[in-house]
């Protein structure tokens, strides 16, 4: 419906530039023919004024002047319509640029809202579906645990989610107030892997970090940065394959990164990947779960601790996320 909306809006955008292209070439053609007109007029007046004595000197300056004043209008009318041709162009192509990137704006924010749906939906399903197998049935305790470690898996996605919209939109509009805390980021890191671990064990997780790793900056943000790219990471690597944090010691700067077996990002989506609702791939054919705001989320979270996160290819596929920490 939308796509048939802006369909039709972009044929009748066309169809008036088109116009009004047009009228601006005829309203030059007019103007060029009254001066031509004006021309022989004035030509004609000159030569009934000379009395067919066209040879003398006062009539070949005259003439002249009749020339040089047609020349000089023909200019300007060729200045005038190109200056309004041009400024006709420029506000018609910013006006189709933002007109599009509205309408792109809005596709995104619907594809959010129905993947945002379905991902509050999904863990809300299976915490409420755990919750009444626990009151209808008498289980043995280690099936029992097994459910309530499934539930807290799935709250603890709900709240995860719940975070990443909360501190976007504070983030935008600029009302969250960030603690500055001394962060050991190497048990950080280390509990955020620990925890993918339990959630996803069909990964192969691994990591390597130096020890001591510290910066200051704010806990929950800085999780929610290593999550982010962690939860990016086991979206598109394959089951049993490898996803690997490092983080390591530099000369004043520590450096994380995640580095995941997928099937990378091509260059020119690397720069759009960070953008807020931008997801990689067609909309309409997408199966990976997400809403578009994880990797857009870590770039504020870095840009609000002055430090730069990085997307390059991985060998032999995949992607490497590097987040750098000035310290």
Request: glycine share 4%; charged share 25%; with cysteine.
């Amino acid at each position: 419906m939308i796509k048939s909306k802006f369909r039709v809006i972009t044929y009748v955008y066309w169809i008036l530039l088109l116009y009004i292209i047009a009228a601006l070439v005829w309203w030059f053609i007019s103007l060029e023919r009254q001066n031509q007109q004006m021309y022989l007029f004035k030509y004609q007046q000159l030569v009934g004024q000379n009395n067919g004595l066209e040879n003398t000197t006062r009539f070949e300056e005259a003439k002249h002047q009749l020339i040089d004043e047609k020349e000089r209008n023909s200019k300007k009318y060729i200045g005038e319509g190109a200056t309004f041709l041009a400024l006709i162009l420029l506000g018609a192509a910013f006006v189709y640029r933002s007109v599009r990137k509205q309408w792109q704006i809005q596709q995104q924010q619907q594809n959010f809202m129905m993947a945002i749906t379905h991902e509050l939906k999904t863990p809300i399903a299976v915490a409420k579906l755990n919750l009444e197998t626990l009151q209808k049935h008498q289980l043995e305790e280690t099936k029992r645990q097994k459910i309530l470690q499934m539930t807290i898996q799935e709250t603890n996605r709900l709240n995860a989610l719940t975070n990443n919209i909360l501190v976007s939109s504070q983030l935008e509009g600029n009302s969250y107030r960030a603690s500055k805390e001394e962060i050991n980021l190497t048990d950080l890191v280390n509990a955020c892997i620990q925890d993918f671990k339990v959630r996803f064990p069909n990964k192969n997780w691994t990591s390597v970090t130096d020890a001591d790793c510290e910066i200051e900056g704010d806990p929950l943000l800085i999780t929610i940065l290593v999550n982010n790219l962690l939860e990016n990471a086991n979206k598109y690597t394959p089951n049993n394959q490898i996803v690997k944090c490092e983080l390591k010691k530099e000369e004043h700067r520590l450096v994380l990164s995640v580095i995941d077996l997928g099937p990378g990002i091509p260059n020119e989506e690397k720069s759009k990947v960070f953008d807020k609702f931008y997801r990689v791939g067609n909309e309409a054919t997408r199966t990976t779960k997400g809403t578009g705001l994880g990797l857009y989320l870590c770039k504020k979270i870095a840009e609000s601790h002055r430090a730069t996160i990085q997307i390059r290819d991985n060998n032999p596929t995949g992607c490497i996320f590097t987040v750098t920490f000035k310290i």
